[in-house]
């Protein structure tokens, strides 16, 4: 079947569903999401947002902040530029109804955390994600032009590719003309075209063994632009959260977040000892790259699977009032985090790099743009600061729309492309495998591509992807396309770019830490 929309988003994030909604009253809008609209990174947002909005705070200071954190890799110019969009899309949030917590006196109840000079994390309790993420459904729910499109799983963006031309990552002028998409009930491939395209698909957590994010995150629309011969950078720097709770039947791990420490919790190793000062003078609240690091250390050290974060001295009715939902998930699993310690560890939580865009979020594929955590945008650097994620995600969706927008009017569909051909494919045996290679790559990744690389560890890594790489690919031209083989080729995809991207790197740098080239190269 073949539907037409103006605009097509691809991604039920912060990133897609405000991006919809900015567009919407311009055309018909198609949203497709690979499981229900609620299951998203953003969705399990537990810090908040970041934005300069009490008058002793500046937007110097947040710009000063975010480039510290990305460790001189950072594009200026973008920082300034999404440090001062920060309050007015923050009002935007507030009128779709997004309700953040306020002190006494009508001010926003502010939370401060890691690399942050100031107290200016605009929160809900500790389930900031899951009150945007509903706000916006709700929202898109009550649009006409918009049809959301649930468990339809976008394969690849179409491009002249699928109009029998040669498409090199060097060609010029390669154009998005909408996706390919399976509806895995029907195991039909449905064309989606459209005039412009949003890819909002998230992080890539699931190419790691051990991740905050949800199933979801596989990397999808880096590997569909990869693919379709778009430029994508900094892959290197995958952000390892320190501190996600160590309970082995969690998967996803569930996060403790940042603010706790904002809040005045510290880390101890398995003697009960403080160790952060010996590592950095900013101690627990330290940058992430810090104190993922730190934590790693120290478990290598001891010997040991998990440190601990202490709370234990502050409050237990405002722990208990800040945390709730952490509160509870430590109760259920026995440890009262106003009495016990919480045995916590590093884990794969959030992607730097990704699909390369400009400052009005255009990728280098003509009438495609990509926002949130699959961007790369020059925000983060190195290394991202604590709750810049969403606030890139909200301005950069804004700046596409804007842009979308304004030629949205001279756009034509192209209606020549060809239905996806699956002549010859048979739902194979070796199908049956996929699970096991999936995991696979997760061990490979974990092992050779964590916090802590050397060039043996990278190569050896690449060896074994690659074995995989050729056996999915194999399999894929030959099977029927189903949702399990494209997120396996997605997350081979996306391991692909990291190990590369960490191999080219010869230096230390921010999140990207090489036992090889332990210092940094000065630009
Ligand atoms: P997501 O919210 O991940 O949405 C991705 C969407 O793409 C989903 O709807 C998914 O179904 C869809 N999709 C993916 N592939 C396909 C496909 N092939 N076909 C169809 N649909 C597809 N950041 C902060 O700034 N502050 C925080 O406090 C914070 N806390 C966090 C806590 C946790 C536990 C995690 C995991 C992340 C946190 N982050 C935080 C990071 C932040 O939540 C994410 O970076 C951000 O929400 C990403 O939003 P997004 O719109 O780009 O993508
Ligand atoms: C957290 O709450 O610690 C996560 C914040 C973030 O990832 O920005």
């Not at 900015?22 to 499981?35: N, S, Y």
């Not at 998203?40 to 200071?61: C, W």
């Not at 409050?315 to 440890?335: D, Q, R, V």
Request: proline content about 3%.
């Amino acid at each position: 079947m073949v539907r037409k929309f103006d605009f097509l988003v691809i991604g039920s994030g912060i990133a897609g569903m405000s991006f919809a909604l900015k567009v919407a009253d311009k055309g018909k809008v198609a949203i497709l999401c690979k499981t229900q609209l609620e299951e998203a990174n953003t969705a399990l947002a537990q810090g908040g947002i970041a934005s300069v909005t009490k008058a002793t705070d500046k937007f110097e200071n947040h710009i000063k902040d975010t480039l510290i954190a990305g460790d001189g890799a950072c594009d200026e110019e973008v920082v300034r530029m999404v440090v001062e969009n920060a309050p007015e899309q923050i009002k935007q949030l507030v009128e779709w109804g997004v309700d953040f917590d306020k002190d006494e006196n009508g001010n926003f109840d502010l939370h401060k955390e890691g690399g942050h000079s100031d107290f200016r994390i605009l929160h809900h309790k500790d389930s900031s994600g899951a009150e945007v993420q509903n706000s916006l459904i709700k929202k898109i729910k009550q649009h006409s032009n918009i049809e959301v499109f649930e468990n339809h799983f976008a394969i690849d963006i179409i491009t002249q590719h699928h109009l029998g031309q040669i498409v090199r990552h060097t060609t010029p002028n390669i154009e998005c003309y909408g996706a390919y998409v399976l509806n895995p009930k029907t195991r039909r491939v449905h064309t989606f075209l459209s005039k412009v395209t949003m890819m909002a698909t998230g992080g890539i957590g699931h190419i790691y063994q051990t991740t905050t994010n949800p199933p979801i995150a596989t990397g999808d629309g880096i590997s569909m632009v990869y693919r379709a011969k778009g430029l994508v950078k900094d892959m290197e720097f995958v952000q390892f959260h320190p501190t996600s709770l160590y309970n082995p039947a969690d998967n996803p791990s569930f996060l403790i977040t940042e603010a706790m420490r904002g809040y005045g919790a510290v880390l101890r190793n398995q003697k009960g000892v403080e160790f952060m000062y010996k590592y950095d003078k900013r101690g627990s609240l330290a940058p992430r790259d810090i104190v993922a690091r730190s934590i790693d250390t120290e478990m290598k050290i001891a010997g040991c699977d998990y440190v601990y974060l202490d709370v234990t001295h502050k409050p237990a009715e405002e722990t208990k009032e800040h945390f709730p939902m952490i509160y509870e998930k430590c109760l259920s699993i026995g440890i009262d985090i106003t009495k016990d310690y919480i045995p916590v560890v590093p884990a794969a939580h959030y992607l730097c790099g990704g699909i390369m865009v400009d400052m009005n979020a255009r990728t280098t594929i003509k009438y495609l743009y990509a926002a949130g955590e699959c961007s790369c945008t020059g925000l983060h650097g190195a290394n991202r600061l604590a709750s810049n994620s969403l606030l890139e995600a909200i301005v950069y969706a804004d700046k596409a729309a804007k842009h979308a927008l304004s030629i949205i009017d001279t756009i034509k569909i192209n209606d020549r492309i060809p239905l996806w051909n699956d002549e010859g494919t048979s739902l194979n045996e070796e199908m049956v495998l996929i699970t096991q290679s999936e995991k696979e790559v997760g061990q490979i990744m974990s092992n050779y591509v964590g916090i802590v690389r050397s060039n043996l560890r990278l190569k050896r890594a690449s060896d074994r992807l690659d074995i995989i790489y050729k056996e999915t690919e194999d399999l894929f031209d030959r099977s029927v396309v189903t949702k399990e083989i494209c997120e396996l080729r997605n997350i081979i995809t996306a391991g692909y770019l990291v190990i590369k991207m960490a191999m080219e790197r010869k230096e230390s740098r921010g999140l990207h830490y090489t036992l090889d080239y332990p210092t940094k190269i000065e630009y």
